[in-house]
């Protein structure tokens, strides 16, 4: 028996969600809304709010088709991520050319977000992050900000654990030395 006080699981809130209480879904989807936002908002200028719309409609339209092989946040996350690159690959003029594991942001053209950027420390932060390849400023962001472990992170990107934590301490690497360069 589940304890009255104890917020629901959410697992238990997707089989809510699937057996129809609407409720549900928008408390599911409301849990991990900050966490889309921050995922989008440091690797694109404009348009944030309609790639975490889009994230939260595909989730909205496949949510029958998690398995629940990995947490409710990794499945948004890998969604996440796969619009991200839709919308960089519509953006490049040759979209199918563009490697993720070493290409940045900052090659791709765009520029680090004002908003994220208040201080003189998270500028150059966010400058460095930039600087890395793609899928290394996804690790060291889920890593660090949404704090998911190797696995998880692997889960998002489609590669094994232990190639997460060799681009997490090369990602570690690049950041000290730009850092150290600013």
């Not at 520029?111 to 992050?129: C, D, F, T, W, Y």
Request: one cysteine or more; proline letters at 3%; aromatic letters at 6%.
């Amino acid at each position: 028996m589940s304890d009255p006080q104890q917020a629901p699981t959410d697992l238990q809130l997707l089989d809510q969600w699937r057996a129809g209480d609407d409720d549900a879904g928008d408390t599911l989807l409301g849990r991990h809304f900050d966490s889309l936002c921050r995922f989008f908002r440091n690797k694109v200028d404009a348009g944030v709010d309609d790639l975490v719309q889009a994230t939260m409609l595909r989730c909205v339209e496949k949510r029958d088709q998690f398995r629940q092989h990995s947490s409710f946040r990794t499945y948004l996350l890998v969604i996440a991520r796969n619009l991200l690159y839709d919308r960089l690959r519509s953006q490049h003029r040759a979209p199918q050319a563009i490697d993720f594991s070493a290409v940045s942001l900052r090659d791709l053209g765009t520029s680090p977000s004002v908003g994220v950027a208040r201080n003189e420390r998270k500028q150059a932060l966010m400058v460095a992050l930039q600087t890395l390849p793609l899928e290394f400023q996804i690790v060291v962001e889920l890593t660090y900000w949404e704090g998911l472990n190797a696995t998880e992170v692997g889960e998002v990107l489609g590669i094994p654990g232990n190639t997460v934590r060799s681009r997490l301490s090369r990602a570690r690497k690049s950041l000290d030395a730009h850092l150290q360069d600013l």
